[in-house]
């Protein structure tokens, strides 16, 4: 039997938009809802989530594995009596063995599990709220982004840094370059349901974006490309 859970579905604008779909995890989780995550995600994502030392790190992991069969069956109708089989594509990005044309980008931070699906590359990316390590805008900002992030009123910097990051993350992933291409090297633009990249590697877009700051304060971006 599956597991009940408060999965959220994000409606997005547009002709046929990827799935969107995010889990709330109000910790501590109960051994019920644990053994519900394990039973209902694939084998790879059980043996994924042993890498994690925390057992909320763990918890969350296997979470983003039980959203992937919701979300899979919820918008490409992919029902299956059992948990679908995770791999990696060429790029390392998460793939569904068998279905070639499904993509799929997870992630997993705070009190929340996200999963995006699309029948083109996509990426998401959640982080939960919390303030800015020093230096970190440095490192991932380049210096078009950093010097519009200095000239901000202080109280506009971290929301502005974290919008920034998330649709970095969700770009790098859609495209599967990961963080071999450095954040910094990379600058934005996002405007409205658009991002355009441009980096010392290329020069792409617009690709699809929606960002948006969840109900704690955490921010979720999605970036996928455009049919």
């Not at 994000?10 to 990827?18: D, N, Q, R």
């Not at 950093?146 to 974290?162: G, K, M, Q, T, V």
Request: net charge positive; aromatic share 10%.
């Amino acid at each position: 039997m599956k597991t009940e859970q408060p999965v959220i579905r994000i409606p997005l604008e547009g002709t046929s938009p990827p799935g969107l779909f995010l889990l709330r995890l109000d910790f501590p989780l109960s051994e019920d809802k644990l053994a519900g995550f394990y039973r209902d995600c694939s084998a790879q994502r059980r043996e994924r989530s042993r890498a994690y030392r925390r057992p909320e790190d763990r918890a969350r992991c296997l979470a983003a594995g039980w959203l992937l069969n919701h979300a899979a069956g919820q918008h490409a109708g992919m029902r299956a009596a059992a948990p679908l089989l995770e791999g990696r594509d060429r790029k390392g990005r998460p793939s569904l063995p068998g279905f070639p044309g499904v993509h799929v980008s997870l992630s997993h931070s705070g009190g929340w599990a996200a999963c995006a699906i699309y029948d083109r590359p996509v990426g998401v990316d959640v982080e939960c709220a919390r303030s800015a390590a020093p230096g970190m805008a440095e490192m991932f900002m380049s210096p078009g982004e950093l010097a519009a992030y200095a000239d901000r009123a202080e109280e506009e910097r971290l929301p502005y840094f974290f919008r920034l990051w998330t649709a970095k993350e969700a770009y790098l992933k859609a495209v599967g370059t990961g963080f071999s291409l450095h954040p910094a090297g990379l600058t934005l633009e996002l405007s409205g349901s658009s991002l355009r990249a441009e980096s010392v590697r290329e020069n792409a877009g617009p690709w699809g974006f929606y960002g948006g700051v969840l109900d704690d304060g955490s921010r979720l971006a999605l970036c996928w490309k455009r049919r």
